[in-house]
């Protein structure tokens, strides 16, 4: 369990790295409204700034949940006992 907590954190600092780095390089390209334009390459930015920002939640679900049923698993052990 605690494997799988850490290597969610991991996933998530990567995250937060790619974050900063993305948005350097979004400032460096002129800040493009990808959001709103329209075209070939700012469909497929879209569909990468949804993944993007999904997978931060779906990391902080995994770190939420991993916690809590190892919270739960060593208060069921102490129950036990």
Same mark, same amino acid.
């Given at each position: 369990?605690?494997?799988?907590?850490?290597?969610?954190?991991?996933?998530?600092?990567?995250?937060?790295?790619?974050?900063?780095?993305?948005? /350097?390089?979004?400032?460096?390209?002129?800040?493009? /409204?990808?959001?709103?334009?329209?075209?070939?390459?700012?469909?497929?930015?879209?569909?990468?700034?949804?993944?993007?920002?999904?997978?931060?939640?779906?990391?902080?679900?995994?770190?939420?949940?991993?916690?809590?049923?190892?919270?739960?698993?060593?208060?069921? /052990?102490?129950?036990?006992?």
């Amino acid at each position: 369990m605690r494997s799988a907590i850490g290597l969610s954190i991991v996933g998530m600092l990567c995250w937060v790295v790619m974050f900063l780095a993305g948005t /350097d390089v979004w400032h460096s390209a002129g800040s493009p /409204d990808f959001w709103r334009l329209s075209g070939p390459p700012y469909t497929d930015l879209r569909a990468f700034g949804y993944a993007f920002y999904l997978q931060c939640f779906i990391l902080l679900m995994m770190i939420v949940v991993t916690s809590w049923s190892a919270l739960k698993a060593v208060r069921s /052990d102490k129950g036990a006992n």
